[in-house]
């Protein structure tokens, strides 16, 4: 089964195309010692064949990148709430600032958008709402989660759940 990785840090850039093994050695001669391949998602693949590139400095965990890639999110909206679970699911937090949505941008290479608005949108869809406790921290930030909604939208691969 051939296989398609872009690789893409800093100012290089690799886009390589063959069998793990091939996939594996350019990487390799490339300089990018840190990340071990495992398989990626190729479109049309079935998802037993579909797995992910892991990056050995994260412990087995996803990436910000990672997690925007496997899911093809595109409206920033969809972002910020995806961000979000990310954050909680992934990083283990059990609530985020606009401001940690803000570094999930950056660590994925994103350009942010507005972050307080797209969190108001997401509120009004019902997909998040403000941490319980948390009117404000001690620097004034507001602390929100993602609602039983939000959860499930995000798992239902960003498609609303037909009941």
Do not use: W
């Amino acid at each position: 089964m051939n296989y398609r990785v872009r690789i893409r840090r800093g100012d290089n850039e690799i886009e390589v195309e063959g069998d793990k093994k091939y996939i594996a050695q350019i990487i390799k001669e490339f300089g990018f010692n840190d990340i071990a391949v495992g398989t990626v998602g190729v479109k049309g693949a079935k998802k037993d064949a579909s797995e992910t590139i892991s990056q050995k400095g994260l412990g087995g965990k996803m990436s910000a990148a990672e997690f925007v890639l496997k899911h093809q999110i595109k409206k920033h909206t969809d972002l910020v709430l995806g961000f979000g679970y990310y954050i909680e699911k992934v990083k283990g937090m059990d609530k985020f600032t606009p401001g940690d949505v803000t570094s999930c941008y950056y660590e994925a290479k994103l350009d942010p958008s507005n972050t307080s608005q797209m969190i108001v949108q997401n509120i009004k869809r019902g997909f998040l709402m403000e941490a319980k406790g948390s009117e404000k921290d001690a620097k004034g930030r507001k602390y929100y989660t993602l609602t039983q909604s939000g959860l499930a939208f995000v798992e239902n691969g960003f498609k609303k759940h037909k009941a």
